[in-house]
C-alpha cells in the first residue's frame, strides 16, 4: 500500500502489509479512482488526496489491527463520504458484505461506481441520512464511521 514509509504510518502499513498479499491492485485502483472523483466532486480536500494513502486508506485500514469482521457478517458505514472506511476495508475483507450510507448523493454515485470498477460485489452503498438507519442495526454485526483528522 502506497510508497512512502513515514513513521507515522510504519507500524500500520507493517500490519497491513501481510494482509494485502494480492490485493495491491486493488488499492492501486482505488486510489486512481478515488483521486479521479476526487477532481470533479470534492470527496476528500486537495491537499488530502495527495496523501491519499497515508491519511485515508491506512487509516481506514486501522481497524483491521483490533477488530476482525467474520466471514458473512455485514458492516454497516454510516456517513461513508467518499467511500471510506468502507471500500478499503471491502477490499480486505471480501467475505463480509458492507453497506455504505451517506446523505449526499453525488458520493454515494462515486462509491458505487468505485465498487462497480474495483469489482466489489461485496459493497452496496445507498443515498439516506444517518438518523435513518436506525432501524437497520440489529441487520449489521459492525457499524463505522470515520473520524475527521
Same mark, same amino acid.
Request: with cysteine.
Given at each position: 500500500?502506497?510508497?512512502?514509509?513515514?513513521?507515522?504510518?510504519?507500524?500500520?502499513?507493517?500490519?497491513?502489509?501481510?494482509?494485502?498479499?494480492?490485493?495491491r491492485?486493488?488499492?492501486?485502483? /482505488?486510489?486512481?479512482?478515488?483521486?479521479?472523483?476526487?477532481?470533479?466532486?470534492?470527496?476528500?480536500s486537495?491537499?488530502?488526496?495527495?496523501?491519499?494513502?497515508?491519511?485515508?486508506? #491506512?487509516? &481506514?485500514?486501522?481497524i483491521?489491527?483490533?477488530?476482525?469482521? $467474520?466471514a458473512? &457478517?455485514?458492516?454497516?458505514?454510516v456517513?461513508?463520504?467518499?467511500?471510506l $472506511?468502507? #471500500?478499503?476495508?471491502a477490499? #480486505?475483507? $471480501?467475505?463480509?458484505?458492507f453497506? /455504505?450510507?451517506? &446523505?449526499?448523493?453525488? *458520493?454515494? *454515485?462515486?462509491?458505487?461506481?468505485?465498487?462497480?470498477?474495483?469489482g466489489? &460485489?461485496?459493497?452496496?452503498?445507498?443515498?439516506?441520512?444517518?438518523?435513518?438507519?436506525?432501524?437497520?442495526l440489529?441487520?449489521?454485526?459492525?457499524?463505522?464511521?470515520?473520524?475527521?483528522?
Amino acid at each position: 500500500i502506497g510508497q512512502q514509509n513515514d513513521e507515522a504510518t510504519f507500524p500500520l502499513r507493517q500490519h497491513c502489509a501481510a494482509n494485502v498479499v494480492g490485493k495491491r491492485r486493488q488499492f492501486a485502483e /482505488l486510489e486512481q479512482e478515488f483521486k479521479a472523483w476526487n477532481a470533479q466532486i470534492n470527496l476528500v480536500s486537495r491537499t488530502d488526496a495527495d496523501n491519499l494513502t497515508e491519511r485515508h486508506i #491506512l487509516h &481506514s485500514l486501522g481497524i483491521a489491527k483490533v477488530v476482525q469482521f $467474520p466471514a458473512g &457478517s455485514a458492516v454497516l458505514d454510516v456517513g461513508t463520504g467518499g467511500g471510506l $472506511p468502507g #471500500l478499503p476495508l471491502a477490499i #480486505l475483507f $471480501p467475505e463480509v458484505k458492507f453497506h /455504505l450510507v451517506d &446523505s449526499i448523493g453525488k *458520493k454515494i *454515485k462515486a462509491v458505487q461506481f468505485m465498487a462497480g470498477a474495483l469489482g466489489l &460485489s461485496n459493497v452496496t452503498a445507498t443515498q439516506t441520512r444517518a438518523e435513518q438507519v436506525r432501524h437497520w442495526l440489529r441487520a449489521f454485526g459492525q457499524t463505522t464511521a470515520a473520524g475527521v483528522p
